[in-house]
Each structure stands twice: as C-alpha cells, then as structure tokens.
C-alpha cells in the first residue's frame, strides 16, 4: 500500500515549471490567454496550468491597490482560475457571453471523463482530482461539471462578480487595461490583469459534410455499424474506440494503465514518447517518428483479459481511421488510447482499419482519398458508412478576441514552453486550507468536506463501488486519512484496479474502518 502510494503521490510544481506556464500564457505583462496550443488538453490539465498561473501573476504583477483582475471564460479553465485569483486575494470579475453554464456539456451522458489518463506513464492513473478546490472524480461529463457548479454555488460565486456579455476588445498599452464589452451600453471594465480563459470554439468540419459534435449525443454508435473517423488526436481515437468499448473506454483505459504501471510496458511506452517528443515538428504537434512500437507491440492476455468485459457489441462494429498524421498513433494522442487502438487494430479483435490519407472534396463530394488506393465517396446516400465522425480538433474561442499575431505567438509559446503541458501538481503553500478556509477566500471547510463526498460518490459509481459508510467525511479532513469502508468484494476489485490509496483534494483517503468519534465544528 505504501508502495502504491509513493508511486501515484503528486509532486508539488517546481518553480521552473510553474515559470513555464506563465511564458506560455503571457502576451503582455497585463494580458494572458490560458493556451489552448499547448497539448493535452484536459479539465484536469487546465486546472492544473490555472492555479500555477495565477499563482505566477499575483507574485509577478498584483500589488495592494492593484490587485483587480477581470477573467473572459467561465468555463472549467475559467472558473478554476477566477477561483484561484480569488483565494490569493484579488478582486475577480468574469465576462461570459452564455447564459447557461456549460451548455456544451449538457446533454453528453455517453462521454466519461478521466482526471488524468491521458497523462500516463508519466503520472500514475487516479479516479479523482487533486486540487484546492473544484474537484471532481471520474464520471460522465453531466456530472462532472454538476459537481463542479455545486462547489462553486456553495462558494466562490458569492465572491466573484459575473457579467453575462460578450468582449468587443481589449486595449492592453496602459494598465489598467480596458476591457470594452458588446453590450448595449458599450460597457468599459478597468482591471489590472486579464486572463483569457475562453478554450476552443465550435470543432472543425470538412466542407459541407455535417457530423455530429464529439459532445453530442448523436456521436452514439448503433449496434453493427461501419464507422469511419477522420483525425488521430485524442478525440478520434476515441470515437474509433467508443464504438467497440462505448463510454467505458474510459474505464478500460484506467484499468490497463493501473496493471501496465506494474509492468516492464510503462518503462518502454515512456522511453518511446520522450523520444518522439524531441522529434515534434513546431507548430504542428506531431513527431517525425512514424513510430513502429505501437504497430507492433503486444499486450499480455492477463492485462487483455481486464478489458474484454467491456467490449459492448458481438460481432464488433468495423472502424475506418483515416489519418494525416505519419502513423494512426500521432505523438499528440495520449499513450493509453494509443495501445487500446493498437489492441483492436492488430490483436485478435482486428476491428479498427488505418488508412493514412486525407479528406478532399471530389465532384462536390466529401472524399476520403487514401495515399494508396482509390478515393471513396463518404456522403450519404452512396457511402458504406452508417456515421463518419470527423475530428479535426476546433480553433481557440480567443480567436475572437484576439488578432493573427498574438495566435501565432501563443502557438510558438506552446512549442517553446512545452513543460507547461504536463504538470505534477499545484503549489500548495500558496492554496492552503486551514479551519477557516482555503486562503484569502473565506471559504467554509464544509464546502471541503462536501466536494469531497461527492468525488467519492462519482467513483462508486464510476466502479460499482458501495461504501458502507459515507458520512466519514463528516469525522477527519485535517491531518490524518479518511478512513472508508468497502464490501469484501468491492475492496479486491478497488485494489486490483488500484483505486486506493488515493487524494481527493487535498485530503489521502484510504481504505479501512471510519474513525466516527471524531468531528469537526465547521466554521461558516
């Protein structure tokens, strides 16, 4: 167990990582843009570049009587960091043009999110988040960002001022800058920072071919479909996974990553990726490696094994995935979901095709045009394919707010500040909590304590988890773990798919009987 723990525990962030979050964001010493260049892109890994962002401008650039930040997005990244500026003292106000929270989200039940999947084999896999605040555990999308929303109801909201409008410009040359507002009064914000938190617009498509949104519940795959996917990022591997795993290819992701970590396999996968990395061609978040390894590597029946339990459909659907990338398995698509494609590429199952190729439009038609081969109609009614899913990523919202210029500095910045990508943790001495609260932001401890529960009842759910006993977390959240309480057969399955030891926040919760004669009087 100990072991267990020492190898999923997060590292603090160095102050040279950190320093590169901030050269990655900043365009000016009063304006910043949270990158959306920068690879793996995650909640989790926005999260993470949040709070080190912040951190990095109060110390740098906010000063008493200075200290009035205005945030544009009040997204995931948005709120984090809104949050964030809030508990170090400063005055946040956020503008968002939408009216409903989250609305991309709202109805995509089928997508399962994952703290940190796609950061293996470089941090262990972990079902919940380790964050001052706004955590979350593994769960479909909806529920995810319901838990989030109940946190920030219960707390910041009350802190953070909100404009529902949309930004018409920024004027940067003087601080405070000014923030001119698309309102019918023309409004002008004065703030002494801004932050760009706005992520990524509406995703790419290919000329007139309409295909379903990836947060869309109309990317379901029926039963006995052929399924054509274009684009080898994260998002098309997945999709050309979904419809062999369907959401649990979260699961199944986790799962593996949690026995390969045990296996000489880890060591291997995370030689090949920093190799590939020193190969990435600027700009265009790829490596020149073409990358044999994935081609060609096998997975142990036992670890296989784990995963057949999720295969939903018999016989399995046929997947075309066309890629532009040098291999299917391109350096920006997170390992994991790398060797699950390459399982049902070239194992047994043999279900997903590669055709490396592009879309063309040929006689008014989209057209899948194959390096070798003969170009194939894709639009209906002629084409083979029940659904094409094309996943060509989606341009930054900011793109809207900003000029050419300052998108392709952000873009090199991304090349030149990659160690933003991927971070270890957050620095905890600048977002402590203590009885009263998590920093300057008077936050209560039960606002703690009922984050926490919810992550918990996320991963019970997420595992078919019963704990016994939730209302532990009523007992102990300072200093010792928490202590909960499984079923004999709840606890081998948690410890085969090596779920505890594991921090929820900023709390260690392991398994073993609740300490209930312990209780905190929380200060309100």
């Avoid at 995509?108 to 940190?116: D, F, G, M, Q, V």
């Avoid at 670890?303 to 995935?321: G, M, N, Q, Y």
């Avoid at 399982?343 to 490396?356: D, E, L, Q, Y």
Wanted: proline share 7%; net charge negative; charged share 25%.
């Amino acid at each position: 167990m100990a072991e267990l723990y020492e190898r999923k525990r997060r590292m603090p962030i160095d102050a040279e990582r950190s320093a590169h979050v901030y050269e990655a964001c900043k365009l000016t010493d009063n304006l910043f843009v949270l990158n959306p260049f920068l690879p793996q892109q995650n909640f989790y890994s926005q999260q993470l570049r949040a709070l080190a962002l912040a951190a990095e401008i109060s110390d740098r650039h906010l000063a008493p009587g200075h200290r009035s930040v205005c945030i544009v997005g009040a997204g995931v990244a948005g709120r984090t960091i809104a949050a964030a500026f809030r508990s170090l003292g400063a005055g946040v106000t956020i503008v968002d043009k939408e009216k409903v929270d989250f609305t991309s989200y709202r109805n995509a039940i089928h997508r399962e999110l994952h703290p940190n999947i796609i950061f293996w084999p470089f941090q262990e896999p972990t079902p919940a988040t380790e964050l001052p605040f706004l955590n979350w555990a593994q769960a479909p999308v909806t529920e995810v960002v319901d838990a989030m929303m109940k946190e920030w109801e219960e707390s910041f909201a009350k802190h953070v001022a909100f404009i529902h409008a949309e930004v018409d410009e920024i004027e940067r040359a003087a601080t405070p800058l000014t923030i001119k507002l698309a309102d019918a009064q023309k409004t002008e914000l004065k703030a002494d920072v801004c932050v760009i938190a706005t992520g990524f617009g509406a995703e790419r498509q290919f000329g007139n071919l309409q295909t379903p949104a990836y947060w869309s519940p109309s990317s379901i795959i029926e039963s006995g479909d052929e399924v054509m996917v274009s684009g080898s990022g994260d998002g098309g591997l997945i999709d050309a996974l979904s419809p062999i795993l369907g959401k649990d290819v979260t699961k199944a992701a986790h799962i593996l990553a949690a026995r390969l970590s045990k296996k000489p396999m880890k060591t291997d996968v995370k030689a090949i990726e920093e190799e590939r990395r020193a190969r990435v061609t600027a700009g265009k978040k790829d490596s020149e490696d073409p990358c044999p390894f994935y081609s060609t590597v096998h997975l142990e029946d036992e670890d296989t094994e784990e995963i057949e339990p999720f295969i939903k459909r018999d016989p399995v659907p046929s997947v075309t995935l066309l890629h532009e990338s040098k291999s299917a398995y391109s350096f920006s698509a997170a390992p994991i979901n790398k060797l699950l494609l390459s399982h049902f590429s070239n194992g047994p199952a043999r279900c997903v095709t590669h055709v490396k190729g592009s879309l063309k439009t040929v006689d008014n038609q989209a057209t899948m045009v194959p390096e070798n081969g003969a170009p194939e109609c894709i639009e209906p009614p002629t084409t083979r394919f029940a659904k094409v899913m094309v996943r060509h990523g989606a341009p930054p919202a900011a793109k809207e707010i900003l000029d050419e210029p300052d998108l392709v500095r952000l873009g090199e910045l991304s090349f030149e500040h990659l160690d933003a990508a991927i971070l270890p943790g957050y620095d905890s001495s600048k977002y402590a909590w203590t009885r009263k609260g998590v920093g300057n932001a008077a936050i209560s401890m039960k606002v703690l304590a009922d984050s926490l529960e919810r992550s918990l009842n996320l991963i019970s759910r997420a595992y078919d988890l019963d704990f016994s006993n939730i209302r532990m977390l009523r007992t102990n959240i300072e200093g010792e773990p928490i202590k909960v309480n499984l079923p004999t057969a709840d606890t081998r399955r948690a410890e085969r798919f090596d779920l505890f030891p594991l921090m929820v926040g900023p709390v260690l919760v392991e398994l073993g009987e609740p300490d209930t004669t312990r209780d905190i009087d929380y200060e309100d």
